[in-house]
């Protein structure tokens, strides 16, 4: 099956800094989903983005489907901003999400 | 409200007693989909269900049953509860065709002592 590898594990910034995440999956993919969990566990999608570029806010993220990767970038972060960071991927044609291990990422203030 | 409700939140149980976790959605969504979390690791698929007649098997069935008593409702249950089922509990649904966007509800804490 597909496998999924998210780096950094963990990532620690100042307030203010920027970051980037990145995912690599092992196969091709029509569905690429990146999500943010709270720290009381909360599960918020943030992009759908299969392929291409997609921008909300202070977040961005780029999909190369030929090399198979993702980046999740967030720049200014804020305190907010803390929690797990997940890439799930997945073919369509089975419905299912194959979820990446997670970035842990610490904003200090 | 939310979209995606779970209850209970909490829930502390015995091995071998048997557990029912319930979501529901106001979404409108035909998908529902039950995952579980492990400390340190992402989710993994449990059951999915693209309507009320169409279940489906995910990668960590064994242990596991599901109903899908209405659109709006996919229930989980443990019919004997084990200490390596402690997990967190997720339920979650999605539109369909086209984006697949997953919406989640927020989580059931499960404890088998």
């Known amino acids: 099956g597909i496998q999924v590898e998210q780096s950094p594990p963990d990532l620690i910034l100042q307030e203010g800094a920027n970051s980037t995440l990145r995912c690599n999956f092992s196969?091709?993919?029509?569905?690429l989903q990146w999500f943010h969990q709270n720290p009381w566990g909360q599960l918020i999608n943030l992009f759908y983005i299969p392929s291409g570029t997609k921008q909300n806010g202070r977040l961005s993220a780029t999909t190369v489907a030929t090399e198979r990767y993702s980046l999740l970038y967030i720049s200014s972060s804020q305190t907010t901003d803390s929690g797990v960071y997940f890439c799930a991927v997945g073919e369509d044609s089975n419905y299912q999400l194959i979820w990446g291990a997670g970035t842990k990422l610490i904003i200090k203030p | 409200d939310a979209d995606v409700t779970q209850t209970p939140r909490n829930r502390i149980t015995k091995t071998g007693k048997r557990i029912m976790l319930e979501c529901s959605q106001t979404k409108g969504h035909d998908r529902m989909y039950w995952y579980r979390q492990d400390p340190g690791l992402g989710l993994r698929l449990i059951y999915y269900s693209f309507d009320v007649k169409d279940i489906n098997k995910g990668e960590i069935s064994d242990g596991y049953s599901v109903s899908r008593q209405a659109q709006a409702k996919f229930s989980l249950s443990l019919e004997s509860a084990i200490p390596n089922q402690t997990a967190l509990y997720f339920c979650?649904?999605?539109?369909?065709?086209?984006?697949?966007?997953?919406?989640f509800g927020p989580g059931t804490r499960l404890t088998v002592l």
């Open positions: 196969d091709s993919v029509n569905n």
């Open positions: 979650a649904t999605s539109a369909g065709q086209g984006v697949n966007t997953q919406y």
